[in-house]
């Protein structure tokens, strides 16, 4: 199935680094999405994003989507240990409730 | 406000095999969406139930089939099992009319 381009797929950076994550697509989401994943649990949302050129801060983390609406990016400030996960983009077509579409996923480790 | 839950947490059937996976949505949500996540890979979009009806499907063969009852939890049944079905089942739930899907922990299937 169709996924989302999330590259390189790990990361490694020294603690209290800024790390910055990019998403493309080749179609058009009306929203996007950035969720972090732990071993062994499912998805946490950490920021959601439903308009073109929308910049958003959840505390460390920063998302911005596209002005193209086929890409979006995460950015990291001052990583900490627990940074440590799998980060996945995910794009949603418009309409309620209609299905996200996943990227692989990049996997950042963080060095104390 | 009680987050999604899945059952069991862990499974392990063997080829040819039926398995019921069950997922409670979370408190005021009427939407489910399932997800397969293989190893190293996004979730990929199973089907979504609202309204106690299948609302969008993805391509995944017709031996993939749910149900949600009144209360908003939902099924999902997979027949004829096959090794590449191993993967982690992930439930997801929403409000309608809100884009945001919340995931449950999923339920790790392994077929032998």
């Known amino acids: 199935g169709q996924q989302l381009n999330q590259s390189p797929q790990s990361m490694f950076i020294q603690e209290g680094e800024d790390v910055s994550m990019n998403c493309t697509s080749s179609?058009?989401?009306?929203?996007w999405l950035w969720y972090k994943q732990d071993p062994g649990e499912g998805p946490v949302l950490l920021i959601a994003l439903y308009k073109a050129g929308e910049l958003t801060s959840n505390g460390r983390l920063t998302a911005q989507f596209g002005i193209t609406r086929k890409d979006s990016f995460l950015n990291i400030s001052a990583s900490i240990p627990s940074d440590v996960g799998i980060y996945f983009c995910a794009g949603q077509p418009t309409g309620a409730n209609s299905k996200l579409t996943f990227g692989k996923g990049i996997t950042l480790s963080v060095r104390p | 406000e009680t987050g999604v839950t899945q059952s069991p947490t862990h499974l392990i059937k063997t080829r040819g095999q039926q398995v019921t996976l069950r997922c409670s949505s979370q408190?005021?949500?009427?939407?489910v969406s399932w997800y397969q996540q293989a190893l190293g890979q996004g979730p990929q979009f199973i089907f979504q139930?609202?309204?106690?009806?299948?609302?969008g499907r993805g391509n995944f063969p017709p031996r993939f089939s749910g149900l949600q009852f009144p209360n908003y939890s939902s099924e999902l049944n997979v027949n004829a099992l096959e090794l590449d079905d191993s993967a982690l089942y992930l439930c997801?739930?929403?409000?309608?009319?809100?884009?945001?899907?919340?995931f449950g922990p999923g339920t790790r299937l392994l077929v032998l």
């Open positions: 997801a739930s929403s409000s309608s009319g809100q884009e945001t899907q919340y």
């Open positions: 179609s058009i989401f009306n929203t």
């Open positions: 139930y609202y309204r106690e009806e299948e609302n």
């Open positions: 408190s005021g949500h009427n939407t």
